[in-house]
């Protein structure tokens, strides 16, 4: 009922930046919450940030001060903004999100492909 396909991802040097877009369609009334997560292999899917239709955002420690998330409602679409990108953040990036799909039906965890980002020299 709700397809996300995120873009953005690739490799860039200690340092740099990358924007991920992710977005939302199919057939649903409004998307509540999008976020994003990440997997770094061996390791088990960590949150990194989420955003809610209100603009209230939480972010993981470990990328306070460095990430920036945001949405456009009217286009149902997330960003994440990554600056100042550290070894440790390689990973394959998730989009999550949780929608209305009827005035009565809230679904959660709908997940996207993913879209990798390495960070190296």
């Known amino acids: 009922q709700v397809q996300l396909v995120e873009s953005g991802g690739g490799l860039v040097q200690p340092g740099g930046s990358l924007r991920l877009s992710c977005a939302a369609s199919?057939?649903?009334?409004?998307?509540?919450?999008m976020g994003w997560y990440r997997q770094a292999p061996g390791k088990q899917r960590d949150f990194v940030a989420i955003?809610?239709?209100?603009?209230?955002?939480n972010y993981a420690d470990s990328v306070k001060g460095r990430f920036t998330i945001s949405r456009d409602n009217a286009k149902n679409t997330v960003h994440l903004q990554m600056n100042n990108l550290e070894p440790e953040d390689t990973a394959v990036y998730y989009c999550?999100?949780?929608?209305?799909?009827?005035?009565?039906?809230?679904?959660?965890?709908?997940w996207g492909q993913g879209t990798q980002v390495t960070v190296s020299s």
């Open positions: 199919g057939r649903f009334l409004s998307i509540n919450t």
């Open positions: 955003i809610d239709s209100d603009g209230t955002i």
């Open positions: 999550n999100a949780s929608a209305r799909l009827t005035p009565s039906l809230w679904r959660y965890n709908y």
